[in-house]
Structure formats: structure tokens, C-alpha cells
């Protein structure tokens, strides 16, 4: 597998459609253009060079987890067993759809996982079935009340 060439510095223009980008991804590259006074073709020649390179990794979509029935979310900190590899959390995690991302970290716990369930009574059924999972020692949650600050990627 060929790993993409890094860019060494990204220009201003690059780092203006980027911002855009993050702001709304379906933005199309005439209206780009536009903002950063180059033409749709040029505006698509950068996109392509930040993709191949790695630094635009994919568009998605920003969803409003409330409105589609998850209205609980909550960040999840998981203790696991000596020498359990990462690669069985990894595996472990995603086999649960609820969890909508999780990282290995430094400090006490193992990893983080935050997850979007219906309610408290979803999220409880989903920390009893982590703490099943047989490599997991213990959990501990905190249920998000409000976002603060929410930026793009």
C-alpha cells in the first residue's frame, strides 16, 4: 500500500478552502472560487492535492444525534485487563453502534469511548454489556448536559 505524499505547508489559500470546507463540505468549488478569487478548476486541482496527501481525509455529513432518537451522550472511560491488545478493544467497540468514537489515552483509565444512546436507561444497557465483554475491569461515565464548543474537524 502507497502512502500519500504529506504537503509541507499549506498556503493561505489552502488553509481558507479548508476552513470552508469544514464549515459545509457540499459547498460547491464555483462558490469556493468565489471566497478565495481562484477559478472552480483551480479550487479543485488544491482539493484533490489536500486529498491525495492525506490532509482532507472524506467529507461527512453533521448529524443532530437528538433529532434522530439518541438524545444521550456520554463519554465512557474503560479499564481493561493487563495485556489486553488494542486491537481486541478496537474490534470490541465497534462491534457496538453506540459508540460513535474511542481513543486510547494516557492517565487511569485504558481507553475513552463517547457514545450516543436513546436515554439513561440505553446507556446502562450499553455499559453492562462493555463490562461483559470479559476484558473490561471496570467503567466510569460521565453524562455530557450541554455542548460548550463544538467546531469542525
Known amino acids: 500500500m502507497r502512502l500519500p505524499a504529506r504537503i509541507e505547508r499549506l498556503d493561505q489559500i489552502d488553509n481558507r478552502i479548508v476552513a470552508l470546507l469544514i464549515e459545509d463540505a457540499r459547498r460547491s ?20 492535492r489536500l486529498r491525495a496527501s492525506g490532509a482532507i481525509r472524506g467529507f461527512s455529513a453533521i448529524v443532530d444525534y437528538a433529532a434522530l432518537g439518541s438524545a444521550t451522550e456520554a463519554l465512557v472511560e474503560l479499564f481493561y485487563a493487563p495485556g489486553t491488545l488494542l486491537d481486541s478493544v478496537a474490534e470490541s467497540l465497534r462491534r457496538h453502534p453506540e459508540v460513535v468514537e474511542a481513543w486510547s489515552v494516557t492517565g487511569e483509565a485504558d481507553a475513552i469511548a463517547r457514545v450516543r444512546t436513546r436515554d439513561n436507561e440505553d446507556l446502562e444497557r450499553l455499559i453492562m454489556e462493555l463490562q461483559r465483554d470479559g476484558h473490561v475491569i471496570r467503567t466510569r461515565s460521565q453524562v455530557v448536559m450541554s455542548r460548550l464548543v463544538e467546531r469542525g474537524a
Open 29 to 48: 468549488y464555483d462558490d469556493i472560487g468565489r471566497q478565495v478569487s481562484l477559478s472552480a478548476p483551480a479550487v479543485k486541482r488544491r482539493v484533490d
